[in-house]
């Protein structure tokens, strides 16, 4: 068949068309381009280096229960973000903090996984300089969704140990959360192959680094560690180091070995997609006795009862 000139304009769609499309994004309202959409007509251009060239910093928070969970430190993320990037956006923060709560209240989800993206856009002339690109600024909220499942959960997760490097902090300053994930899928895959469900990958220097989309504590001895090199300090691992000095537990931040991550008594992830995650199973080895560890326990029952208290919380007004 040739492809003449009026075939490749795509023609309005039809309802089946329409009701095909909506079926296929979850159910959700996003903001762009200083309007609301259901996450169905929430388009972008092709020619947004967000997408062409993953220039692009966002942050996740979620909503449990009506209410945002740290939602300042997640603002000061992306915040913090954009300026390393030179970016800037026409809305101030309590616009923004306004706009992701009206997405929130809009989709009607009392437990929701939300976004706020900032993408360099495009320059208007398609000129290739940094500088004269227009920031464009995205943010929706779908339903809450986590790493782990909840029989994950409940037995813990089986992960592997990927030989993939995450990219290097010289190349990608890490605390600037971003959309360069190809190492971490490359993990993912290898993980896959390996019959694992989900993969960390490891740091210059051949220590563990991170997961896609979450970092790792060890349980050793009652002593918590977590990596510090190559990784996103991520927001969940920030409030696990603060429950531990709720609890008087001791934690610290430091290399975590290959051998000292296979040697623990418990490890577990964390992620504002699921909170903190069990693992119970690594590479082909069980982690201490193969269930979900008693500090792990207590963690994750802290963790989410703070959902509730206001000093950690923020509450969502739905219409
Ligand atoms: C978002 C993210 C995490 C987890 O951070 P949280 O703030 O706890 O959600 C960890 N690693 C990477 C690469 C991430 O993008």
């Given at each position: 068949m040739t492809l003449v000139a009026t075939d490749s304009v795509r023609a309005l769609p039809t309802v089946e068309q329409h009701h095909r499309d909506r079926r296929s994004y979850p159910s959700g309202v996003a903001f762009l381009d200083g309007q609301y959409f259901p996450m169905s007509e929430a388009k972008i251009s092709v020619l947004d280096w967000g997408f062409l060239h993953s220039d692009a910093t966002y942050d996740t928070v979620h909503v449990w229960d009506g209410r945002f969970f740290r939602l300042n430190l997640h603002l000061d993320r992306f915040f913090r973000g954009m300026q390393s990037l030179r970016m800037k956006l026409p809305y101030s923060r309590g616009e923004i903090e306004g706009i992701i709560s009206n997405c929130v209240a809009l989709s009607g989800h009392k437990c929701a996984y939300v976004e706020m993206i900032c993408t360099r856009g495009a320059s208007p002339t398609f000129?290739?300089?940094?500088?004269?690109a227009e920031n464009r600024f995205i943010a929706f909220a779908v339903p809450f969704g986590s790493v782990a499942n909840k029989e994950q959960l409940e037995r813990g997760l089986h992960i592997a140990v990927s030989d993939t490097v995450r990219i290097p902090p010289k190349s990608i300053?890490?605390?600037?959360?971003?959309?360069?994930w190809l190492d971490l899928v490359k993990g993912l895959f290898d993980a896959y192959d390996r019959g694992a469900e989900t993969a960390l990958i490891v740091d210059t220097n051949d220590n563990i680094a991170e997961g896609p989309g979450f970092n790792v504590f060890t349980v050793k001895d009652g002593r918590l560690r977590t990596p510090?090199?190559?990784?996103?300090?991520g927001i969940t691992r920030q409030t696990v180091i603060d429950l531990c000095d709720e609890l008087a537990l001791p934690v610290s931040v430091g290399d975590v070995t290959r051998r000292e991550l296979k040697a623990a008594d418990e490890v577990f992830i964390t992620s504002t997609a699921g909170g903190i995650m069990p693992v119970t199973k690594i590479d082909d080895a069980a982690v201490g006795d193969s269930k979900v560890g008693a500090v792990t326990r207590q963690l994750m029952d802290l963790y989410w009862k703070k959902h509730a208290d206001p000093t950690w919380s923020t509450l969502v007004t739905y219409a």
């Open positions: 000129s290739r300089d940094p500088r004269e300053d890490p605390s600037i959360k971003n959309y360069h510090a090199y190559g990784v996103l300090p």
